[in-house]
Structure formats: structure tokens, C-alpha cells
């Protein structure tokens, strides 16, 4: 009896691992087709996030780099006059994509570093471009980034959630606040889940290591 237990034990265990193996190359799969290229065209993206790997410490420990680099998911969202964009619109820049939610509350704690961040290292090369996505008081979220003195950061906004379930079915959200950090070439670098202090000399580090400086070394 004994052994028939340990028996359907081992092979319960070998049924887990097995749909867990499935699911784990179901998503492979998945990132292989995302954006609009291939990992092919992410390849030259390899020395990128070797230095931000290399620079993700202290506060921004918990960013999980993208290994290998893989094409961003396509995002359709607006800016704050409510025309459509999506990440292509902003090619040529590095990117940290941010979602947050005003009834988020570990969202509405990260936006003022987030903007510190903005106003630290924003220029022609880099930007936070955090995407809003409440989905019933439109003027809310407005209404917060007043009343905190968030001031650099640019207004995005998607109510239809549609960019959180891109990220999502990707692999790279499960909850908010979600982060990616994609290159000027559209590739993933890497992700975060959940909130982090991105006014730390640390993620000052990760976003100098993403546009082209060695750990340690300022961005040129």
C-alpha cells in the first residue's frame, strides 16, 4: 500500500514538471513572436543587457533581465491630448515603460521617484514613459500627479488595460506596478515586478548601464 502511495507520488511529480516544462516553452514560444521583429533582430541587444544585468543592485536587486533580449510587445495607449501611440513612436530612445493605477498603492508611492528619475536622466535618448490605466475617473489620475508635484513625467494613459494584458500574456506582468525597460531598438532588456525606488543612485546605474556605460562609469 505504502509503495503504491510513493508510486503515484513519483508520478504526480513527473506530471508537474512535465506541464510545467510545456507551459515554460508555451511562453518561449509566445516571446519569440512578440513586437514586430524576432530574437534575431535582438541579438546586437546582448551586450546592453549583460551591463544592465551586471547593474541591477541595492533597490533595483529585484530587475529581471531579459535573457536573451526579445522583441517589446506591441502597446497601443495615448498621450495626454489623446492621440494614439505606441512604442514605435518612440524609436531611437531607451525606454522604462511603467504601469500604474491610481488605485494601486504601491504605484502611487513610486510615481514621485519615478519622476525624479525623469528629471535626472531624461534627454533625447531616454524616457520614463509611465502609462496610466484606470479604467473609470479619467480625471483622477490628473488629479493625483497634480496634487503629488509629479512634474517631468509626460501623461500616458490606456482604460481599456489593453497594454497590461500585452504585458501580461508576454510574461512580463502579474500584477502593478509593472516596469519594462526596452531599448532604442525595441528589444526587452529586462522587467520589474512590483514597485521600486527608482530615485536610487542604483537605478540611476541600471538606466547609465542601459545606455551604454559600463557599471560604475557615466553614460556618455
Excluded at 491630448?81 to 511603467?98: H, K, M, Q
Aim: charged share 20%.
Amino acid at each position: 500500500m505504502a509503495q503504491g502511495r510513493k508510486s503515484l507520488r513519483a508520478v504526480t511529480i513527473i506530471l508537474v514538471a512535465g506541464i510545467a516544462g510545456v507551459a515554460a516553452g508555451a511562453l518561449a514560444v509566445y516571446l519569440r513572436g512578440t513586437g514586430d521583429g524576432n530574437l534575431a533582430a535582438c541579438t546586437a541587444s546582448g551586450a546592453a543587457q549583460a551591463r544592465v544585468a551586471a547593474a541591477a543592485t541595492g533597490p533595483v536587486a529585484a530587475f529581471i533581465p531579459a535573457d536573451p533580449p526579445v522583441p517589446a510587445p506591441e502597446l497601443a495607449f495615448r498621450d495626454a491630448a489623446g492621440a494614439p501611440l505606441t512604442l514605435a513612436d518612440f524609436s531611437g530612445r531607451i525606454l522604462l515603460v511603467n504601469l500604474w493605477a491610481t488605485w494601486c498603492v504601491p504605484c502611487r508611492e513610486e510615481m514621485p521617484a519615478l519622476d525624479r528619475l525623469q528629471a535626472e536622466k531624461g534627454s533625447e535618448r531616454f524616457e520614463v514613459v509611465a502609462i496610466n490605466i484606470d479604467t473609470r475617473d479619467r480625471e483622477a489620475p490628473r488629479q493625483f500627479l497634480d496634487e503629488i508635484g509629479v512634474e517631468r513625467l509626460a501623461f500616458y494613459e490606456d482604460e481599456t488595460t489593453g497594454v497590461f494584458q500585452a504585458l501580461r500574456n508576454a510574461g512580463f506582468a502579474f500584477g502593478l506596478p509593472a516596469t519594462l525597460l526596452v531599448d532604442d531598438k525595441g528589444c526587452v532588456l529586462g522587467h520589474m515586478a512590483g514597485p521600486a525606488a527608482w530615485d536610487a543612485a542604483e537605478a540611476f546605474g541600471l538606466v547609465d548601464a542601459a545606455l551604454g556605460a559600463a557599471p560604475g562609469a557615466p553614460a556618455q
